[in-house]
Each structure stands twice: as structure tokens, then as C-alpha cells.
């Protein structure tokens, strides 16, 4: 008797991505459990999701060595012997996983980790566009690693036969990771367009016997057609003959969802890009992304008939901020990195530099303050080694930070306050509380000038000559404040304040900031600067003139925090005492009041350039002082 028919199969693809050394249900930032992170959570969903279906490839998308303090600690601390497995690779095996490819973060501890790290991989680690030296086209690129693989697998068809099938599994990642990682790639690694690389490769891994190509996709739904390199080109890549399904992320986003509605190229309900089936799936273990496959075996060879995208999410969100686990953690999974997740929790409790002065945000608002200054530095030190051999490398560098903790809603005791001597790992956390990522903006003084004055809204219109005026609106988000690093400035308070609340310019004729002067010098408002700032300022975050899409010359891959860990563990030491650069402009027979936390008593002696004395409690358990202008 013989079937009627072709052979059909179904195939479960199984995707992670952006893991970013999530093994543990952990945050080590707060050094808690945390029910929204971990491979162990979705690798029980891999596991169910497995167990579903007769036929499963499980994938990994790439991002996975780096972005969490136990990926600091093995990079920074231990290190790996040759030979040994990086706790993160056990992990993804034990999960199940059985391909990954190269996400721009497995770069920023270097080429030797990364080459220590790849030695050990229990699977194959695909990338068809990064090289250690390109040729004539990209067939004759000497690529870093295998640019794609053929895995060998017995499947079931739908009769109940053994089916040997060859998966092409081929990689791709962002070419902007030459300009990420530029200090430690320069002349070593090289980059090729994603879909330039495709056009080519697919072919090839046709050629070589692939069934079924899956691309590992290390890069955001983007532009439907190609532009030359694009740093997310998954939609593109959609549209390049020979791929049959692709895992994309990078972006950390979710798909199929709504969030992609409208999209050219797009489908997010089907979830596909430029008709081929994707999903991409969150970040850090949050969800696992499936692709149902149907397989139909015909003349030509196996052919995708149907897809269906679908993502499975490790937790839900409850009322409010309550988070609600939708799995328990898969043990083998936790037991793979038990002893590393132990050593981890020591790392981050243990110094990763020591402070000269201590750090604290009290007076973050009425003088030029530790706690600004230091995360203040550390941007325009990456900002400044980012734009180096760019067309931006002469402009000078400045840097905008605010004091995120500084006291208001937030209550009396919301403020940064380390003490002088070792820092731990946790405690940077505490200077640097959201998710942020460095960027870089290119904007004129006369823009400076706007993005200062926008700022110093914050503060009420003082009348000269009456004494205890209160200083602060309590209503205005400390967050929309910035302090301007690089260059000095005075600040008028008996002017009204230029911008309103939300930012829009309410006085025209008004101007606060005097005397902005850059090495001395007062400024041109047409002379250009770089100014080092954060992802939700540039995109508009508070409305300063420096959202301009065109401002944005460096949207860097790294948290601001990142970028402040890293600044101290590579001073060892860091001496908080701030520049000083700018102090309200003195208005003789003049007081106001300032209310911030009670903690502020005992750094009174560590302000500089200000006459300020305590007055006594102020309402809502906050301290409250004098200052004489
Ligand atoms: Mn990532
Ligand atoms: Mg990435």
C-alpha cells in the first residue's frame, strides 16, 4: 500500500534570543530573584513547547555572553581556561539549544574571550558577515566563524516515517559592531552588509544540500528594502531569495504583536517579513519565539506549505507592577551554572572600584554634584573613544546628566548616597537607575544654550532682595533636568524660566543661563559640540532641542550604566569631587529654601561655592536649608 499524496512534516522551530548571560531568575542589579529574567524559566516553556509536537529545531539568536554582572564577572574575574565551557554555553545546552550565532554584544570583551568562549560551544555559532578579512565578494571572506552550518536530523512525517532532513542554519549581525567595539576591533574584524551576505551565502548553503534554511537574524525589524548596512535588516532579509523562516531580535522587542502594525513589509499578526515567517522573542529569557513549519516533500525537494508565528511569555504582568511567574525554572538548566550564579552573587557584593570622596545626590540641584559628575565622565570617555576616527572625532565633547534620585515624589529618602571607599557592583545601580542607552547628539550652541535653559526650569522665579523664597516647582521631574559637563554657566533665577514644565518655550524674551563659556571662551551659537546623553532624551524624552532626528550621531548598544560600570573598573580608583562648572548668579539680599533628605546633614561640609545652612525639618520628612545667592 503506498501513500496518496506528497510526504508532509511538521516542524517546530524554537527560538531565544538577547539572552545576555540571563541564566537564573535573578536581578543582581537589586540582588533579588526576579520572575520576568532567566534561560532556566523559558527553557521550561522549550521544554513543553518540545514536547508538544513530533519535530523541534531549538535556536538561539546571539547576544548571549554579555549584559548582566555574572557575564562581567566570567569576562572580568575568572575567566575561562582553554578548554573549559562558559557557564552560559552549559546553560543553553542544557536548555536544549542547538545552534546560535554571533550577537554584536559577544564582542565587547574582546576577540581572546570571544575566541576562549567559541572553543567551548556544545553547538554550532554561525556568522555569514563578520570576517577577520574580507575578499573580492563575500564567498571569499575569511569568516570568523563557520558562516552558516548544515544540521543533520531524523524527523517524523506525517505518516509516521523517518525523514533525514539537513537544516541550513546561517547567521547575520549588525555591521555597526566594528563602530561598538571599535577600540578592540579595529584592523582585527570586518564587517559585510547582512543582506549583500545573504544574497550570496544562501545560495551556497542551498547549493550544499540545505533542505531548509533558517536564518539566525541578529537584527531589528526594519526598512522593507534593503539599505547598505542597515543595522536592522530582518524585513529586508525577508525579501532575499532562499531563506525559509527567521529568528530576529537585537531590538529586544516582541513579534508578532501589534507594535509592528502599519510596517512596510510587515505582517504582525501572521508574523511576516516580506512574506517569510519570524518571531522574534523579547530579551533576557522572557519569551521563547515558536515557527510551526509545514513541510511538504515535492519534486523540487521540501517546501514550506504553511507557518504559523507564536510567542510564549516566562511571566505575566498582574495589577500595578506585580509579576506574575508563568513557569517554574527547569533544574538542569540551574545546575548547569549553580556554582557561577554562586561566585556571581559574591562578585557583586565584592568592589569593583573604590571612591576617593563619597557620592551623593542631596545638592544635586542647587551645585554642581558627585553624583552627576560621575556618570557624566563616563559618557563622554565612551563618547569621546566611539567617535574616534569618525567625522565627528575633532568636535569637543560634552555630556548631560541629571540626578535621577533627588528626593521629590520619590520621598526623603530617595537619594543616591554611597559612602567614600570600595563600590560594589550593586551599589552603581543606585547611580544609575534606568535602563538607558548611551547616545550621542551633534547640536550648535545656540541649542546648548536652549537645552540648559529647558533645564533650569526647574527652578522658581526668585524675587532679588526677599529673603526664604522656596526654590523648587515639587512638581517638576528631577529627571527632566540635566547639568551640562564640559562647559560653565551661570543661572539667573531672577528671570522667568524660558520652557514650562512640559518643555514648551513659555517666555521667548527670557533667558536664564549667563556666561556659557567653553574653555574660556563664550560661545558661537554656530560652533558644533558633541554631547554625551541618554537614548530618552535624544528621542524627545522631556522635549529638549536636542531631539532632532538628525542630531543623533552615535546610538550606542551599551546601557548608560554599562558605560559607568565599566568607566570604574577600569580607573580602579574615582574621584568624585565635582568641576564646580556652574552656580547660580549671585542676587545680593537674596534667600530661598531648598528641602532634600535628612541624609544631606552629613555632607553639608562637602559643598563647595555655596552659602548653605539648615534650617530644620521641612513637610514630608524632608531637611530643609537656606541658601544666600
Ligand atoms: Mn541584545
Ligand atoms: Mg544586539
Redesign the pocket.
Known amino acids: 500500500m503506498h501513500s496518496k499524496g506528497p510526504t508532509m512534516l511538521q516542524l517546530r522551530l524554537i527560538a531565544t534570543t538577547?539572552l545576555h548571560t540571563h541564566i537564573y531568575p535573578y536581578d543582581y542589579f537589586a540582588d533579588r530573584s526576579s520572575d520576568a529574567v532567566g534561560l532556566a524559566r523559558a527553557a521550561s516553556l522549550i521544554e513543553a513547547a518540545r514536547a508538544e509536537v513530533a519535530n523541534t529545531l531549538v535556536l538561539d539568536n546571539g547576544?548571549f555572553l554579555q549584559g548582566n554582572p555574572l557575564g562581567d564577572y566570567m569576562a572580568y574575574e575568572r575567566g575561562l581556561r582553554p578548554g573549559e565551557r562558559h557557564p552560559m554555553l552549559r546553560a543553553m545546552a542544557a536548555a536544549g539549544i542547538e545552534a546560535s550565532t554571533l550577537?554584536?554584544?559577544e564582542f565587547n570583551y574582546g576577540l581572546e574571550f570571544l575566541a576562549l568562549t567559541m572553543a567551548g560551544a556544545p553547538f554550532p555559532i554561525v556568522s555569514a558577515n563578520l570576517a577577520t578579512a574580507l575578499g573580492a565578494n563575500p564567498a571569499e571572506d575569511r569568516n570568523l566563524v563557520p558562516p552558516y552550518a548544515l544540521l543533520e536530523r531524523d524527523f517524523l512525517d506525517s505518516a509516521g516515517n523517518r525523514q533525514r532532513l539537513q537544516i541550513g542554519v546561517i547567521g547575520f549581525a549588525p555591521p555597526q559592531i566594528l563602530q561598538w567595539d571599535h577600540h578592540i576591533l579595529r584592523g582585527r574584524l570586518f564587517a559585510r552588509d547582512i543582506v549583500e551576505a545573504a544574497q550570496a551565502r544562501v545560495p551556497e548553503l542551498r547549493a550544499a544540500g540545505a533542505d531548509l534554511v533558517v536564518a539566525l537574524c541578529?537584527s531589528g525589524i526594519g526598512p522593507a528594502a534593503p539599505e547598505r548596512g542597515m543595522e536592522n535588516a530582518a524585513t529586508a532579509l525577508g525579501a532575499v531569495p532562499g531563506i525559509d523562516a527567521i529568528i530576529c531580535g537585537?531590538t529586544h522587542r516582541l513579534f508578532p504583536s501589534e507594535e509592528f502594525a502599519g510596517l512596510p513589509g510587515c505582517d504582525p499578526v501572521a508574523g511576516r517579513l516580506n512574506g517569510t515567517p519570524a518571531v522574534m522573542a523579547g530579551s533576557w529569557g522572557s519569551h521563547i519565539g515558536l515557527i510551526d513549519l509545514e513541510l511538504s516533500h515535492e519534486a523540487t525537494g521540501w517546501r514550506v506549505t504553511s507557518a504559523h508565528s507564536s510567542l510564549r511569555a516566562i511571566a505575566r504582568r498582574g495589577a500595578g507592577e506585580a509579576v506574575l511567574p508563568a513557569v517554574e525554572s527547569a533544574p538542569r538548566v540551574l545546575e548547569a551554572a549553580r556554582a557561577d550564579h554562586a561566585e556571581t552573587l559574591a562578585y557583586i557584593r565584592r568592589p569593583v572600584g573604590r571612591l576617593t570622596a563619597p557620592l551623593h545626590s542631596y545638592f544635586a540641584l542647587v551645585v554642581d554634584d558627585p553624583s552627576v559628575q560621575i556618570v557624566a565622565a563616563a559618557q563622554s570617555a565612551y563618547v569621546a573613544e566611539m567617535l574616534e576616527d569618525t567625522e565627528y572625532a575633532e568636535l569637543p565633547v560634552l555630556s548631560a546628566a541629571g540626578p535621577f534620585k533627588a528626593g521629590g515624589r520619590g520621598g526623603p529618602d530617595y537619594y543616591t548616597d554611597v559612602p567614600a571607599g570600595d563600590l560594589a557592583v550593586k551599589n552603581v545601580a543606585d547611580l544609575y537607575i534606568y535602563p538607558n542607552t548611551i547616545t550621542a547628539v551633534k547640536i550648535t550652541g545656540a541649542e546648548l544654550k536652549e537645552w540648559l535653559e529647558r533645564s533650569v526650569a526647574l527652578y522658581r522665579r526668585i524675587v532679588p532682595g526677599v529673603a526664604d523664597q522656596m526654590l523648587l516647582d515639587p512638581d517638576f521631574p528631577s529627571y527632566n533636568y540635566d547639568v551640562i559637563e564640559g562647559v560653565s554657566y551661570e543661572v539667573d533665577l531672577s528671570r522667568p524660566a524660558r520652557y514650562d514644565m512640559a518643555g514648551r518655550l513659555s517666555a521667548p524674551e527670557a533667558h536664564r543661563i549667563l556666561n556659557l563659556r567653553f574653555a574660556g571662551r563664550e560661545i558661537d551659537p554656530a560652533a558644533e559640540f558633541i554631547v554625551a546623553t541618554n537614548n530618552y532624551r535624544a528621542a524627545g524624552g522631556g522635549d529638549f532641542p536636542c531631539a532632532r532626528p538628525d542630531a543623533v550621531v552615535l546610538s550606542g548598544?551599551d546601557t548608560n550604566r554599562d558605560v559607568l560600570l565599566r568607566y570604574i573598573h577600569n580607573l580602579g580608583s574615582v574621584d568624585p569631587t565635582p568641576m564646580g562648572n556652574w552656580h547660580f548668579a549671585p542676587l545680593p539680599g537674596t534667600s530661598v529654601l531648598f528641602d532634600t533628605g535628612p541624609g544631606a546633614r552629613a555632607h553639608l561640609d562637602e559643598v563647595k561655592g555655596l552659602s548653605i545652612e539648615e534650617v530644620g525639618p521641612a513637610p514630608g520628612g524632608f531637611l530643609r536649608f537656606r541658601i544666600r545667592l
Do not use: E
Open positions: 538577547d547576544d550577537g554584536n554584544h541578529h537585537h548598544p
